[in-house]
């Protein structure tokens, strides 16, 4: 396992600005986050700017670049269209897991199955692999859709958020079982009534939740992804955890 930071920890900065404040914060993996924000790495923009995209992608290579968090604001066959360029931007850029929300609570259980199954389709047609996010407010909430989910979708993945599962409606359920479905990981510390806290202020066990992902020989990135707190220093965020991390691994 090693350590990485998602781009999402400082929205406003621009690529490749904040490549440089990771670096700083001794920081060696990355994770970049795709949104529809207006940006160069919209979702939207890829396929008539991917050799721009890709050179922006490419200069960030100062560090390793573990993934790319895929957030697709078009629906119907155009977000099916920009999830296969960016699958695309992913083989070229040698980024091999995309993470990606599961359907809100109360999309029926087939439709979601089809739609997972096609996107691990096109991903696959590229070499690269699909994680369904545990997230609250969706059907990865409950471990054990995320469990039924998995074994409907052959390829499919999940990237582990614990603090969704720790403060989440299911917050009971054992995620054991979940534990052979990760791809990926995403951190911050959390208390049982809020999503995020300073680190160190929370109940997130993540020497117990190494141990489990070494018990199921995961050996990929542990992603910080915290956001932005007000009248917190964000980059102190990132070092203590980062440093918590590296204790433990």
Do not use: W
């Not at 904040?18 to 970049?32: G, K, N, Q």
């Not at 979702?43 to 697709?72: A, Y």
């Not at 996107?119 to 994680?131: M, N, P, S, T, W």
């Amino acid at each position: 396992m090693y350590i990485a930071v998602s781009t999402d920890c400082f929205p406003d900065i621009p690529m490749p600005d904040v490549v440089e404040t990771f670096i700083d914060l001794e920081f060696t993996t990355l994770e970049i986050a795709l949104r529809e924000n207006g940006g160069l790495l919209s979702p939207s923009r890829l396929k008539e700017e991917m050799d721009q995209v890709v050179r922006v992608v490419r200069d960030s290579h100062r560090l390793d670049l573990c993934s790319f968090d895929v957030h697709i604001a078009a629906t119907g066959d155009q977000y099916y269209s920009q999830f296969a360029d960016i699958c695309v931007l992913a083989k070229t850029t040698k980024v091999v897991t995309l993470t990606v929300p599961s359907g809100e609570l109360g999309t029926p259980f087939n439709e979601e199955v089809e739609r997972l199954q096609e996107l691990v389709r096109i991903a696959e047609d590229q070499g690269v692999r699909v994680a369904m996010k545990s997230q609250i407010g969706r059907l990865s909430e409950d471990p054990d859709t995320v469990k039924v989910l998995c074994d409907n979708v052959r390829g499919l993945g999940l990237t582990l958020d614990p603090s969704h599962y720790h403060c989440g409606p299911y917050r009971n359920k054992n995620i054991e079982k979940i534990m052979q479905y990760v791809f990926h990981v995403h951190l911050r510390d959390s208390k049982k009534d809020q999503l995020q806290v300073r680190v160190g202020q929370g109940e997130i066990e993540y020497g117990k939740l190494i141990t489990s992902l070494q018990r199921v020989r995961y050996d990929h990135a542990l992603s910080i992804q915290i956001e932005p707190m007000p009248d917190v220093d964000q980059r102190q965020e990132l070092r203590k955890l980062r440093l918590l991390l590296d204790s433990l691994l």
